[in-house]
Nanobody, 115 residues
Framework: QVQLVESGGGLVQAGGSLRLSCVAS????????MAWYRQAPGKQRDLVAT???????TYADSVKGRFTISRDSAKNTVYLQMSSLKPEDTAVYYC?????????WGQGTQVTVSS
């Protein structure tokens, strides 16, 4: 069983920045991939960014150039640096990891961007 704990959410004005953290209870190199998702009220949960064990990164078109996913293996942590935030980025952000047929989710952290 893997536990994931997200933090770093909050209220920010449009144009501002936040950095989300996701701390895993196991070495992140155990995971095939680590990803950030988000879910706005009344909407489906969407993929925001993914990083594979090998370091390949993909982003949703809506966040390209504004968000950056990174990791710190010594801290078993994956980050999501969010800049130039927009009101439409408001959502609960979730961390997800996959490993050999299993997936684990964090509890989510709320990000609210005011206009």
């Amino acid at each position: 069983q893997v536990q994931l704990v997200e933090s770093g959410g909050g209220l920010v004005q449009a144009g501002g920045s936040l950095r989300l953290s996701c701390v895993a209870s196991d070495s992140i190199f155990r995971f095939n991939a680590m990803a950030w998702y988000r879910q706005a009220p009344g909407k489906q949960r969407d993929l925001v960014a993914t990083m594979t064990r090998g370091g390949s990164i993909t982003y949703a078109d809506s966040v390209k150039g504004r968000f950056t996913i990174s990791r710190d293996s010594a801290k078993n942590t994956v980050y999501l640096q969010m800049s130039s935030l927009k009101p439409e980025d408001t959502a609960v952000y979730y961390c997800r990891v996959t490993t050999w047929g299993y997936e684990y989710w964090g509890q989510g952290t709320q990000v609210t961007v005011s206009s």
